[in-house]
């Protein structure tokens, strides 16, 4: 009786590691896609900087003309 306690248990607690580990792969799927994601938005934000700072200096320039 003891023993088939124990087998359920353990049954259980590899059929909640197996659960652990799915969870696991799918948060790092999402988190390698979340750094992509944060890398291109960031590169956007750097080519808009730039052509905002060119704007401004081509608006200077024609204020002091």
């Known amino acids: ?26 948060l790092e799927s999402e988190q390698n896609k979340l750094k992509k994601e944060r890398a291109s938005l960031v590169e956007k934000n750097r080519a808009a900087k730039t052509r905002l700072e060119l704007m401004i200096q081509q608006l200077k320039s024609l204020g002091d003309n």
């Open 1 to 26: 009786m003891e023993i088939h306690r124990l087998e359920k248990k353990i049954e259980a607690l590899i059929a909640y590691c197996r659960d652990l580990e799915s969870q696991n792969s799918f």
